[in-house]
């Protein structure tokens, strides 16, 4: 498995608090990405970074916010988490080779529920 | 933005039969890549498709990119238990933005 690892695996936090999710990676990919999974919506993007500082939105952003400082550390953070909010959030990597995205790679993926 | 429609959402098959998900766009597509998510697990890559018209085939699988290069699938023949999980297209959109069609879940009756 590609050197990715997320943190926490597991989470239960209540309404209206902040969380930060880690993902770390090891592979020195450029881009990193947050998805989070739902039953009958498969993955969708949150955001998405494609270099230190360097991020943009995904298709469902709102009530998330994400920084990358370091090429191998990218954070989630809800500012205020909310229960539609509860879900399994993966972490992914990839790189460019000639122009064209390479394999992702996923990390193990973070369950969060907030009650 | 770029978005890829992947059908069925669900599918049961008997082991033995053969299964099919498709991957569609209504814009042209650079690339498409295909993973498959065991239950519990986390998604792996299967393959990249970049060519128009490719067909490609793992052991039991075929994937194959249309000729306009909007359209995709993936065929198992002669499904066994281990095939069970969800399968899933992703295409790039722009600046690596890399997304996922919906999913198709396969279950398998021994």
């Known amino acids: 498995d590609a050197g990715i690892t997320q943190s926490p695996r597991h989470k239960v936090t209540e309404t209206g608090t902040p969380v930060t999710l880690r993902c770390h990676q090891t592979?020195?990919?450029?881009?990193m990405y947050w998805y989070r999974q739902d039953p009958g919506h498969g993955l969708r993007l949150i955001h998405y970074?494609?270099?230190?500082?360097?991020?943009d939105k995904g298709e469902v952003s709102d009530g998330y916010s994400v920084s990358r400082s370091k090429t191998e550390d990218f954070l989630l953070t809800l500012e205020s988490a909310t229960s539609s909010q509860t879900s399994v959030y993966f972490c992914a990597i990839s790189e460019s080779r000639k122009q064209m995205n390479t394999e992702a790679f996923f990390g193990q993926g973070t369950r969060l529920t907030v009650v | 933005g770029q978005q890829v429609m992947q059908i069925p959402q669900y599918q049961h098959v008997q082991e033995g039969e053969d299964f099919t998900t498709y991957c569609n766009s209504s814009t042209t597509l650079s690339n498409i890549q295909w993973y498959k998510q065991r239950p519990g697990g986390h998604p792996v890559f299967l393959i990249q498709?970049?060519?128009?018209?490719e067909v490609k085939k793992q052991k039991r699988l075929t994937f194959q990119f249309g000729e306009a290069k909007k359209n995709s699938s993936l065929h198992i023949t002669a499904t066994q238990t281990t095939d069970v999980g969800t399968y899933f297209c992703?295409?790039?959109?722009?600046?690596?933005?890399?997304?996922f069609g919906q999913g198709t879940r396969l279950t398998i009756n021994p």
């Open positions: 498709l970049v060519k128009s018209g």
């Open positions: 592979e020195n990919h450029r881009y």
């Open positions: 992703a295409a790039t959109a722009g600046a690596q933005k890399l997304v």
């Open positions: 970074s494609y270099g230190v500082k360097d991020t």
